[in-house]
């Protein structure tokens, strides 16, 4: 038999399901509702009047405290739906330009409060909010035309670049062994920008992703007329793009206006519609481009008078300099250290070096630039270095530094595409004859490999070639191929020999030697 309370807790427990799904098909139809713009939130008419209705009906059948507490409930979850999506899909869930967020967040520079309510409300605001100063002028060197180890020196020229011309250096993107704006993850995902801040202690820097902020901000500034200033409206972007690159070919370095468009890279196109240099409304764009004799860079001397040179043209107002480079050599006379890499990186280096129980032969072999035919010769010429070093300094691991494919059927390096079984066979015989160690082998960089945005990027020569550097630096004894089995002047063997160099001269006793190359 039902009792009278049990009849009551059924009607109510009626009125609660019945009130919730109300609700939710508030939640499910306000999620979709957008205004025009799709940029602002507007609350619809239709489902508010019908939650209304539904409440309304649901407390004058329910005047019970309980079914009170319930109304209350209901009135809470409303509000939270709508608040939510609200939330969702304002201007402050927007993701940045940039294709992929990453985990190696920007560095302490990093500005992410875009709140409207906190907005400046002049241009003078905002570029101190941003740069400390009333004008903000930057200087982005978007393209960098070489692989790591080279951008590296050249980034480096182009901050020395920024503190001469008092300007905010902007840190390019980097990905697959580039720096570059064409590149999706942050400058940091490379390098240390804590300590690259201590090496130019006047260089103010930030991210893409600050830059990107700033031209949001701006342009939402330039789009409100100020009324107490006879309705000026701030003007468009003021920028210099300079296209600034070695020839060989000319007897003399110049310095020019060019056409419109001349050198633009078209990844700078991913900034639009906050920086458009088609649009005159948006942008007032001059082109210039400098060609550099390249005996104007080999020197010291030469170097000291082309960037007194370079400084006094790129000296200018406009508040955004862009620059696509390709310049092979330093810039200014005092070469500034290697821009120091990630902790994260530097801490798999370490690791590897644990595996390998401290004590192990570092190998570089860059078969791109290898004759294959003489591979066969190579690897016995390697073999036998191997086994010399093995017997004489009592070291029994080895790791190897290689483009040869690891993670994939393709090369590690993008400009090594023809591979070849004389490759495979080389390869092949020296695992055959040795346990080879490799960053793949020893679990290297195994947080980035179980996430599948960083796959391309480990199949290159990006992230993974500056672990090797690393790890071949701290070799115990250190090795690379003559001439015909390797590539003899390669800048990334170089770098590795001057770091080891450098470390001897400092009393670590770890090292056995430079660099030694096996003959055929």
């Keep these: 038999m039902i009792t009278e309370h049990e009849t009551k807790r059924q009607a109510i427990q009626q009125l609660w399901n019945q009130g919730i799904r109300d609700v939710m098909e508030i939640h499910n ?31 004058r059948q329910a005047k019970k405290p309980f079914p009170l507490i319930c109304f209350i409930l209901l009135l809470y979850t409303i509000n939270y739906f709508y608040y939510e999506q609200q939330e969702l899909l304002s201007d402050k869930s927007e993701k940045p330009l940039t294709k992929v967020q990453v ?9 992410t409060n875009n709140d409207d309510k906190n907005s400046p409300g002049s241009l003078e605001e905002l570029n101190k909010k941003y740069c400390g100063k009333p004008t903000c002028k930057f200087l982005f060197a978007y393209i960098i035309g070489e692989q790591e180890t080279k951008a590296n020196l050249h980034f480096r020229s182009f901050i020395q670049l920024a503190e ?15 720096i570059s704006t064409c590149s999706k993850f942050p400058f940091d995902f490379y390098y240390n920008t804590d300590l690259l801040q201590k090496e130019f202690p006047n260089v103010i820097f930030k991210s893409e992703n600050d830059f990107i902020f700033w031209l949001k901000e701006r342009d939402q500034i330039k789009k409100k007329i100020y009324t107490n200033n006879g309705n000026k409206i701030t003007s468009p972007l003021s920028i210099l793009h300079s296209s600034i690159k070695l020839h060989k070919n000319i007897i003399k ?7 419109p468009n001349f050198d633009k890279h078209e990844c700078i196109s991913k900034f639009e519609p906050l920086m458009d240099l088609e649009d005159p409304n948006n942008s007032i764009v001059k082109y ?3 060609r550099i004799r390249t005996t104007d860079l080999i020197t010291n001397q030469s170097r000291a008078k082309f960037s007194k040179l370079l400084t006094k043209v790129l000296t200018t107002d406009d508040e955004i300099l862009l620059v696509n480079s390709y310049v092979v050599y330093p810039l ?4 500034m250290p290697v821009i120091p890499y990630s902790d994260y990186i530097l801490n798999e280096a ?26 066969p010769e190579c690897v016995q010429g390697l073999i036998k270095t191997l086994n010399k070093v093995m017997k004489e300094d009592g070291i029994n691991n080895i790791y190897l530094a290689t483009d040869y494919p690891l993670l994939s059927s393709k090369s590690q390096s993008s400009t090594f595409r023809n591979l070849s079984h004389y490759h495979h066979d080389a390869i092949k015989t020296l695992n055959e004859t040795f346990k080879i160690n490799t960053w793949t082998s020893l679990g290297g960089l195994e947080q980035l490999r179980k996430n599948n945005q960083y796959k391309e990027e480990l199949n290159g020569s990006g992230i993974q070639g500056i672990l090797d550097k690393l790890v071949c630096i701290n070799s115990n004894y250190f090795i690379s191929g003559p001439k015909g089995c390797s590539r003899v002047e390669s800048l990334f063997t170089k770098a590795i020999a001057n770091e080891r160099s450098n470390r001897i001269d400092d009393k670590d006793s770890s090292l056995l030697n430079i660099i030694d190359r096996w003959t055929l």
């Design 350 to 375: 370490q690791k590897i070096k644990d595996k390998l129980s401290s004590s192990y032969i570092g190998i570089h072999w860059r078969l791109e630039r290898s004759t294959p035919e003489l591979l």
């Design 332 to 335: 200014f006379p005092e070469i």
């Design 288 to 290: 210039t481009k400098m």
């Design 253 to 259: 370095t110049f310095y020019d206006n060019a056409e």
């Design 164 to 178: 001469k011309l008092n300007r905010i250096m902007i840190l390019t993107n980097v990905e697959s062994s580039r």
């Design 29 to 59: 139809r306000t999620k979709y509702t957008l205004s025009t713009d799709s940029s602002t939130y507007r609350r619809p008419k239709k489902i508010t009047t019908h939650a209304s209705r539904a409440l309304g009906q649901y407390i």
């Design 103 to 111: 985990s190696f967040s920007s560095s302490k520079t990093s500005i």
